[in-house]
């Protein structure tokens, strides 16, 4: 049975700083693309930050320079480091496996709000 569950979220000012913990079981973890996507109430789901088995990150451009994906294949675990948080990151951030099938995790709430 796979599981994603996601861990970090909260209540940030403006400005401030949050890391996101996502730890995977039931995937042969180092051979996934990992990925942490948003939704915010009313919008679609989108991709904030993935990285690939091999170490290749990509962002979206609204968190390029904020954001930092990451992962520790010893740990089965993904992290995002996001700083200079904005109001606009409030959303539900979710943690997602890709390899032929997606898996996602059931989100963690981040809310900057002052």
């Known amino acids: 049975q796979v599981q994603l569950v996601e861990s970090g979220g909260g209540l940030v000012q403006p400005g401030g700083s949050l890391r996101l913990s996502c730890a995977a079981s039931?995937?042969?973890?180092?051979?996934?693309?990992m990925g942490w996507y948003r939704q915010a109430p009313g919008k679609q789901r989108d991709l904030v930050a993935s990285i690939t088995s091999g170490g290749t990150t990509n962002y979206a451009d609204s968190v390029k320079g904020r954001f930092t994906i990451s992962r520790d294949n010893a740990k089965n675990t993904v992290a995002l480091q996001m700083n200079s948080l904005k109001p606009e990151d409030t959303a539900i951030y979710y943690c997602?496996?890709?390899?032929?099938?997606?898996?996602w995790g059931q989100g963690t709430q981040v809310t900057v709000s002052s």
């Open positions: 039931g995937i042969i973890f180092s051979i996934y693309q």
């Open positions: 997602n496996a890709d390899r032929i099938l997606h898996y």
